[in-house]
Nanobody
Framework: QGQLVESGGRLVQAGDSLRLSCVDS????????MAWFRQAPGKEREFVAG????????IYGDSVKGRFTISRDNAKATMYLGMNSLVPKDTGVYYC???????????????WGQGTQVTVSS
């Protein structure tokens, strides 16, 4: 079935930058649409960004547009999320997901990682 493993989350200060990674193993990575979601305590899971199979199309959630950048390296079976100008509202568990449609809804994605915690202090 394969596995998605996120890394890179940590405690940072407001204004800092961070890069998350998601490694896919046991799956033909380049066949899948990839996305990042996040979930803050007590809140629903929120779409952050998505990228098409070869990176030609990228979409972002309104709250991160202009600050975050999604990318992928199919040769390394890895997806990235570059995050700049972080604010406390960016705090949450960040999940990577794989699916066959580039959508903002989490139900469109079949495979999920365990998540990595990002905490932004003010």
């Amino acid at each position: 079935q394969g596995q998605l493993v996120e890394s890179g989350g940590r405690l940072v200060q407001a204004g800092d930058s961070l890069r998350l990674s998601c490694v896919d193993s046991g799956r033909t990575f380049s066949n899948f649409i990839m996305a990042w979601f996040r979930q803050a305590p007590g809140k629903e899971r929120e779409f952050v960004a998505g990228i098409s199979t070869h990176g030609a199309t990228r979409i972002y959630g309104d709250s991160v547009k202009g600050r975050f950048t999604i990318s992928r390296d199919n040769a390394k079976a890895t997806m990235y999320l570059g995050m700049n100008s972080l604010v406390p509202k960016d705090t949450g568990v960040y999940y990577c997901a794989a699916g066959s449609l580039l959508k903002r809804r989490d139900v469109a994605y079949n495979y999920w990682g365990q998540g990595t915690q990002v905490t932004v202090s003010s």
